[in-house]
C-alpha cells in the first residue's frame, strides 16, 4: 500500500507522516497542513474536445493528491485525459496527511490520492470516516540499495544494513529480508507489524540491522553495508529507484485512491479509474517514474521496467474498475 519523510509528520508507531497510531502513507516532501486549489480548466491541445460522454449528475471532479508525484500525474495526464471527455476538473495539492480525508469525507474533495490501504483503513477508523480504497496509483517503493557492497551475491556473514527505525517501515524492511532469504520470520505473524523480536532466524548472514530515521539513511549508506531506504528518501537525495538492488515484494504499501463510500458506482468514478488505467496512463507512467511499483491489477513484471530496461509490460487489458480487495 509510496506509499515517509520525519520532515513531513510522524504517524505514530505505524507511520512518518501525520497523526498518532496511523501508517505510513505517500511519498511526499511537506509537513505544513495546508492546501491549495489549482485551476485545471485550460485548453491541453487540439484533441481535448469535450465528447459529452460524462456524468450528467457530476461534471466537475475535485480531485485531493499531496504536492509532488501524485499531484503530477493529474496535472500532466489524468487531467487532460478527464477534459477531453467533457468534464472540469480541479485538483487541490495537500502538504499534509491529515486533512485530505477529512476534507474527502466532508465533501470538499470527491477523491483523494496519497495513502497506502493500512494508513487508509486506521484513520476511518480512527475518525469513524465511510471511506472506500478504489484503485492503486504507481508509488515509489522500499528499496535495497548498494553500500559498501554493490551486489547481492557480496552479502555475508556479519554484514550491517541499515532499515528506518519507525515501525511501520521496520517492519516492511523485515519482511523484505525475509524475501530476500537473508532472515526468517515467525510463521504467523503480522506483516505489517513485524518485529525484531519476530525474528526467528538470523544465522545465514548474521545481520547487523542498524535502525536509523529514515531521512538518514541516504546519506549513512557508506556507513553500512547495505540501505534499506523508502522510495521518496530515496528520490529526495538523488538516488535512482532504478539503481535499487531489490524491491519489496508486497503490494500492501502501494497508494490506493479513495472515495466516499455512496460513490464508489458513480460514472464519473468510473471515468477517473479508466483514465489511471489507460494505455495512455501507463505509458506515461512507465515514462515518467521508472522504479515506481504499479498498480497490481496492471498485471506487470516489474523487473521489466527496472534497471533502465524499456521493455513494456504485456498485460494491457485491466479492467478499468480493479476490485478493491484488503492487502
Not at 495546508?34 to 485545471?40: F, K
Not at 528506518?164 to 505489517?192: C, E, H, Y
Request: glycine letters at 6%; hydrophobic letters at 35%; proline letters at 5%.
Amino acid at each position: 500500500m509510496k506509499l515517509t519523510d520525519i520532515s513531513r509528520q510522524v504517524v505514530g508507531a505505524f507511520a512518518i507522516a501525520g497523526v498518532s497510531g496511523l501508517v505510513l502513507v505517500g511519498c511526499n516532501n511537506s509537513s505544513a497542513p495546508e492546501s491549495t486549489t489549482e485551476s485545471t480548466t485550460t485548453e491541453t491541445s487540439e484533441t481535448t474536445t469535450a465528447t459529452g460522454d460524462i456524468d450528467p449528475n457530476h461534471t466537475k471532479i475535485v480531485i485531493g493528491t499531496t504536492e509532488g508525484d501524485f499531484a503530477d500525474m493529474v496535472r500532466n495526464q489524468v487531467k487532460g485525459t478527464l477534459e477531453a471527455q467533457g468534464y472540469e476538473v480541479e485538483l487541490v495539492p495537500f502538504t499534509d496527511y491529515v486533512r485530505p480525508n477529512k476534507a474527502l469525507a466532508e465533501g470538499d474533495l470527491d477523491i483523494n490520492i496519497f495513502q497506502h490501504k493500512p494508513y487508509l483503513d486506521n484513520f476511518k477508523k480512527e475518525n469513524n470516516l465511510d471511506l472506500v480504497e478504489v484503485f492503486q496509483v504507481p508509488t515509489a517503493p522500499l528499496g535495497l540499495y548498494s553500500g559498501k557492497k554493490t551486489k547481492l551475491d557480496e552479502a555475508y556473514k556479519g554484514m550491517s544494513v541499515s532499515a528506518p527505525n519507525d515501525p511501520s517501515n521496520f517492519a516492511r524492511a523485515l519482511v523484505m529480508m525475509q524475501d530476500l532469504g537473508w532472515i526468517t520470520l515467525k510463521d504467523g505473524i503480522d506483516p505489517l507489524t513485524a518485529s525484531k523480536a519476530d525474528i526467528a532466524d538470523n544465522s545465514k548472514y548474521d545481520i547487523d540491522i542498524v535502525e536509523l530515521e529514515a531521512a538518514q539513511l541516504p546519506r549513512a549508506r557508506d556507513e553500512v553495508d547495505f540501505a534499506i531506504i523508502n522510495g521518496n528518501y530515496a528520490t529526495d537525495a538523488g538516488i535512482k529507484l532504478t539503481d535499487a538492488l531489490a524491491q519489496e515484494e508486497s503490494f500492501a504499501y502501494i497508494n490506493w485512491s479513495a472515495v466516499k463510500t455512496a460513490d464508489k458506482d458513480a460514472k464519473w468514478l468510473q471515468d477517473v479509474t479508466a483514465a489511471y488505467n489507460s494505455d495512455e496512463f501507463k505509458q506515461y507512467a512507465h515514462k515518467t517514474f521508472p522504479g515506481y511499483k504499479y498498480p497490481k491489477i496492471w498485471g506487470e513484471d516489474h523487473s521489466a521496467h527496472m534497471a533502465g530496461g524499456d521493455k513494456a509490460a504485456a498485460d494491457t487489458t485491466a479492467p478499468a474498475q480493479p476490485e478493491a480487495a484488503a492487502q
